[in-house]
């Protein structure tokens, strides 16, 4: 019996942190086993004639990031995007329209570049929701929330994603940083470079980040799609990964479907680094002390024998 209830103790202090665990219904993690996420979303249009431009943003006033994975056939991306328009309505979001294009020949978008940082990112999310790491319709807000397909979490899919677009980043860097993007002309490619200003106070807590350039075309016209759409919005066309060192680097941009309506995208992924930590300090309160002489009661004691 004294086993049982040890057992039962021990049970009972665990429970907070699985309530936590699954408290978190209307979205499951994007980035599975990592405490990271995505934040940047600011452009620069590009030109024939570009010159030296250069874009500068408040970290509290840069626009949340939307990222979907669709294709040109894909009905049910049809029905996902048209409940994104409702939930984004008038608000200032930087939307990421990846297209299926690895074994793909019904859709003309998407990259092996688009492709990689997809999976790289939220392959193993997708891939334990539906078994696959490329799937559409999905949906990730600011790299942290993940939607498969759309049946909705709560009652609509609407209000699904105008959730998670009011929760927001929860990024560790404070609001006094600045993040700039800029680019010149460098003969026949683009020089991009970019600076991230954390602000006046240290990180919170210690973080690993990582630059890309995504090369999107707002609007790209392409009337053999079977989904019905025929004018496909945000498409995304190469993704860069840019160097750690030196903040700078030399690209061909891509050129766009049709029309003069690309645009070079600067986001920012960030990782949290976590501590090294062992199964005690994990417990919830009441703490260790607590269980181990909670334990230590249940423990048989021998008694002196009587003289």
């Excluded at 570009?50 to 990031?65: C, E, F, K, Y």
């Excluded at 990582?210 to 079977?226: C, M, Q, R, T």
């Excluded at 992924?269 to 930590?277: G, T, V």
Aim: proline fraction near 5%; charged fraction near 20%.
């Amino acid at each position: 019996m004294r086993a049982v209830g040890a057992l039962a103790i021990t049970l009972l202090l665990l429970l907070p942190v699985q309530a936590s665990a699954t408290s978190e219904t209307l979205w499951d993690d994007a980035r599975i086993g990592v405490d990271g996420g995505t934040i940047g979303g600011i452009s620069i249009h590009l030109t024939e004639n570009m010159t030296n431009t250069s874009v500068s943003s408040g970290i509290d006033a840069l626009p949340g990031v939307v990222e979907v994975y669709t294709a040109t056939w894909c009905m049910n991306c049809v029905t996902s995007e048209a409940a994104l328009d409702e939930a984004i309505g008038d608000d200032e979001i930087t939307r990421i329209h990846y297209h299926r294009h690895k074994f793909e020949t019904m859709d003309p978008f998407g990259s092996n570049s688009t492709e990689e940082r997809w999976e790289s990112s939220y392959g193993t999310a997708s891939t334990n929701i539906g078994g696959l790491s490329r799937l559409a319709p999905a949906t990730v807000f600011d790299g942290e929330r993940i939607y498969m397909g759309t049946n909705p979490k709560s009652d609509s899919l609407q209000t699904d994603y105008s959730t998670s677009l009011a929760f927001g980043s929860s990024h560790p860097f404070e609001d006094s940083g600045i993040l700039t993007f800029g680019v010149e002309e460098s003969g026949n490619a683009l020089n991009f470079h970019w600076d991230f200003d954390l602000g006046e106070h240290s990180l919170s807590r210690e973080a690993n980040i990582e630059a890309w350039v995504l090369f999107i075309e707002d609007n790209a016209h392409y009337p053999e799609g079977s989904n019905g759409v025929e004018n496909y919005g945000h498409v995304l066309h190469e993704a860069v990964l840019l160097p750690f060192e030196g903040n700078s680097m030399e690209i061909q941009a891509p050129s766009p479907w049709d029309g003069e309506d690309m645009s070079a995208v600067l986001v920012i992924d960030w990782e949290i680094i976590e501590p090294e930590s062992d199964m005690w300090n994990a417990l919830p309160s009441p703490g260790v002390s607590t269980l181990l002489c909670m334990l230590a009661a249940l423990v048989p004691r021998r008694h002196a024998p009587s003289c």
